[in-house]
């Protein structure tokens, strides 16, 4: 179903109607948890790690420290947590009620793929939105930071924000941005893998939607520790 | 255990002039065969009222004439063409000379009934001009054109099985399967559908299945007509001899054809299991 999803796009019919409105359902509908959970994620890794650094005189490096670990980690891996969450349960439960109500069957008979109608717009649309709420959240998380370095490391804005920029090398970027790319794959392929499986009507609509939240979740973690051992392994050759 | 046989006007014409054939399907899942060489033809313009306990395999069947279920073994063939030898892209262009009413009516909820209705119309690319008066025209056969823009969810049960049987229509297809159309609906309402199956008979010949566990929607078909001149329902077989209105039974039983016959032969028969239905 995966790679159906992606050979969908290359072919027509094409449903770009439905991919915006899937993008504003996904990217739009996700924005108020993004922000409020990558502003606090930000403000709460410099209140980690600034009382260590306070031990060693080193606060200055408060910046690097956050602006790395949001760039690379928790930018990517807490968005896609939480559009996990949010979407491929969302996802899941919207397709297993169609196909309980004998709404994708009716699409089929009247002539429609339903993966092209369904799968397809919501994978792209996910895989679209996802590195722009990542990049969101990252910047949401920095402006966290930098709030409470100020208040309570008593840190320069000018000189976390600084040090935040300088840091950061594209490399960082990139492994941030395809992390991003991944994880919008796993959890919308998840959540329309488990919809359109659904077994046991609304029953079995719950229980996919529980498993959507679940296999996405677990899969993304598990797909960091991989994509972050290549990077690194990547940063050496290179 | 035999096949009650028919002496059916129809048994006369050949297969390949059939709308609808099948021939030895099987179908079965986890549990085992449903369908068990479920073997019949429904001719250009006639109804074949499907009957059968709950599980005995009526909507398969349904599917199965749709190409929405692939048959382990056998043949179906439908408006002359061989369906299992299609590959999925080209079901799905041949499904939308098909309707199907889905026993529920399976409508988008997300979408009003003039969406609903014109979807099929839009997949096929059809401009807005034509869409229009096509949505209009079908939401007006079925005496539901001031719902245009209401969801579903506002509309009651008999409401969206109408518009269901307009989504069906929308296409002018040949062939319209209905899924129990009729199930859990009041008296009256079932009989606003089975009056609308008629005019959609009697006035453009369409083929029909119909799977349904009323005895009385299959009698009731087979009883009266639709007269287009006059736009009324008349007891009697249709004057019209150029398109007489055939309706058939089949009962399934076991997965196999166990009666096949018209409505008088349905009468007369004293075998128990068929009694049943009749009381």
């Given amino acids: ?238 | 255990m035999d096949s009650l046989s028919s002496s059916s006007v129809t048994a006369l014409r050949s297969d390949s002039e059939a709308a609808i054939h099948f021939s030895d399907v099987w179908l079965g899942f986890d549990e085992g065969p449903i369908l068990r060489g479920l073997s019949f033809s429904a001719q250009p313009g006639e109804t074949l009222v499907l009957l059968g306990e709950t599980g005995s395999g009526k909507t398969l069947t349904l599917k199965l004439a749709t190409g929405l279920l692939r048959p382990d073994r056998g043949a179906v063939h439908v408006l002359g063409q061989d369906l299992f030898s299609k590959s999925e892209e080209e079901l799905l262009r041949f499904r939308r000379q098909v309707g199907f009413v889905f026993q529920e009516g399976a409508l988008f909820d997300s979408l009003t009934v003039g969406e609903n209705v014109a979807y099929c119309l839009e997949e096929a690319g059809a401009s807005e001009e034509e869409i229009t008066p096509r949505v209009q025209e079908v939401l007006r056969f079925v005496e539901l054109e001031h719902t245009l823009d209401q969801l579903p969810s506002e509309l009651s049960g008999g409401m969206r099985r109408r518009v269901a049987i307009a989504r069906a229509l929308i296409t002018r297809p040949p062939i319209v399967l209905y899924d129990s159309a009729t199930a859990g609906l009041d008296p009256i309402t079932s009989q606003a559908i089975i009056i609308l199956i008629l005019r959609l008979r009697d006035a453009y010949g369409v083929t029909s299945l119909m799977a349904t566990q009323r005895l009385q929607d299959g009698f009731a078909l087979a009883n009266f007509h639709f007269d287009p001149k006059t736009r009324t329902v008349r007891r009697g077989a249709s004057a019209d001899s150029a398109r007489p209105a055939i309706t058939r039974f089949l009962v399934l039983r076991e997965g196999r054809v166990y009666f096949e016959g018209g409505p008088e032969e349905l009468l007369k028969v004293s075998d128990p299991y068929l009694q049943r239905f009749l009381i």
């Fill in chain 1, 1 to 238: 179903m995966s790679a159906q999803s992606i050979s969908n796009l290359f072919t027509r019919p094409r449903y770009g109607q439905d991919t915006l409105q899937q993008m504003d359902d996904i990217g739009v509908g996700s924005l108020p948890i993004v922000l409020l959970s990558g502003f606090f994620i930000g403000a709460v890794m410099v209140l980690q790690t600034g009382t260590q650094f306070e031990r060693f005189g080193q606060v200055s490096l408060t910046g690097d420290i956050v602006s790395l670990a949001l760039v690379r980690e928790l930018g990517p891996t807490i968005t896609g947590l939480l559009v996990a969450g949010r979407c491929a349960s969302g996802i899941a439960s919207e397709l297993g009620s169609m196909l309980v109500t004998e709404q994708v069957d009716a699409m089929r008979a009247m002539g429609t793929d339903p993966s092209r109608k369904l799968v397809s717009p919501r994978v792209f649309a996910t895989l679209l939105v996802m590195p722009l709420l990542t990049a969101i959240s990252v910047f949401i998380g920095l402006i966290g930071g930098m709030v409470a370095s100020v208040f309570s490391l008593r840190l320069s804005a000018t000189t976390f924000w600084q040090r935040a920029i300088a840091i950061l090398e594209f490399s960082d970027l990139m492994q941030g941005f395809s992390k991003s790319i991944v994880f919008a794959f796993i959890l919308s392929t998840v959540g329309c893998y488990q919809g359109l499986n659904v077994r046991g009507g609304t029953q079995g609509v719950g229980r996919a939607t529980t498993q959507a939240v679940v296999v996405s979740s677990v899969m993304i973690i598990v797909a960091d520790t991989f994509l972050t051992r290549l990077a690194l392994y990547l940063a050496d050759k290179l």
